[in-house]
């Protein structure tokens, strides 16, 4: 016995099973669709009609039933080809109730890969793996796919300078490449830096609620990337909100300025000295400034600990 009998022979026999399990007024509906877009060449009932009925056994048996091979990329089959298909699958018509169209155009689905959707792709692609860099532009060769069955990508980075990043893109369709591109994104480094919250005014000491950090690629001179940096200080200018602020912009919150009498502390062990000194240079709270001993003329590098207040560092006393 060929192995095509066999395999009717079991069809008959599942669909026994399951017709016997019916009960005796068991109600089936199969709507069918007006038009369809199958993603495959094979197509199953369940692709072109809604299928109730009482029997979840016997609607998952219809559902599952081959109706036709799809040869072109569209194609129309009738109500009357599948009521035949069904009976070749030795359906019993008179159980079921056919609703819906008269006729279902069948179209195979077609993909279509283009500069546009590429480069919508390269921007995700860049984004999952780089946060902060801001693309400024993708140069992709000019190209277009177009096709039935399902398309598969590649995207893999090649190599990256200070400006571009350069990547493969290979379309697949089965296993076979189709398509091959070499495409490169420039794109600038984003900084994190501190812009003004609200618009702040000359003369205006800058507090923690005035400031907040944002990402930008602009090409700022000096701009403050630490809190500690700004709290304090004092505007030069006017700011406005979402500006970057700059060093030229304010007047830093200096404890010790230059040329002012400071408070030297050598601290060593259970030695513990206070001098006079002349501050050589403006410091911030924790900078490492130059400062004079008035007594012997020694420069000394000390470490700003309070207003007028410095730390020697040194391992020597001053």
């Known amino acids: ?25 068991s109600k089936t509906e199969i709507r069918l669709k007006k038009e369809v877009e199958l993603e495959r060449d094979t197509v199953y009932l369940s692709d072109i009609a809604d299928i109730k009925s009482d029997n979840r056994k016997f609607e998952e048996f219809l559902s599952g039933i081959k109706i036709h091979k799809l040869k072109k990329r569209k194609e129309k089959i009738s109500r009357d080809f599948i009521k035949n298909v069904l009976k070749n699958n030795y359906i019993d018509l008179s159980r079921i109730v056919f609703t819906g169209a008269d006729n279902t155009l069948l179209r195979k ?4 890969i283009t500069q546009r959707s590429v480069e ?50 290979r379309v697949f369709k089965d296993g076979v490449e189709l398509k091959k591109l070499r ?72 404890k010790v300025k230059r040329k002012d009498y400071v408070k030297v502390i050598y601290s060593r062990n259970s030695i513990r000295i206070e001098i006079q000194g002349v501050a050589l240079e403006n410091g911030k709270l924790g900078d490492l400034i130059k400062v ?15 207003k007028d207040t410095v730390l020697y560092t040194g391992g020597q006393q001053p």
Do not use: Q, W
């Not at 004079?292 to 700003?304: D, E, H, M, P």
């Open 183 to 254: 495409i490169s994104v420039k794109y600038r480094k984003l900084r994190r830096v501190i812009a003004a919250k609200r618009y702040i005014k000359k003369g205006e000491i800058i507090t923690e609620e005035d400031i907040r950090f944002i990402k930008t690629d602009k090409n700022v001179r000096k701009p403050f990337t630490d809190i500690k940096d700004i709290v304090g200080s004092t505007a030069k200018i006017d700011i406005s909100e979402n500006d970057v602020i700059t060093e030229r912009m304010v007047i830093p919150d200096y």
């Open 120 to 169: 919508d792709e390269i921007r995700s692609f860049i984004k999952s793996r780089y946060r902060d860099l801001k693309i400024v532009s993708i140069n992709i060769p000019k190209f277009s796919i177009e096709t039935d069955g399902k398309l598969e990508r590649e995207i893999r980075e090649i190599n990256s300078t200070g400006s571009y990043i350069y990547l493969s893109y």
């Open 109 to 112: 689905k077609i993909h279509r």
């Open 1 to 25: 016995m060929r192995c095509s009998e066999l395999l009717e022979r079991l069809k008959v026999s599942i669909f026994l099973i399951i017709l016997i399990s019916l009960p005796a007024l």
């Open 292 to 306: 004079k001993n008035i007594s012997s003329g020694k420069v000394l590098i000390c470490k700003v600990i309070g």
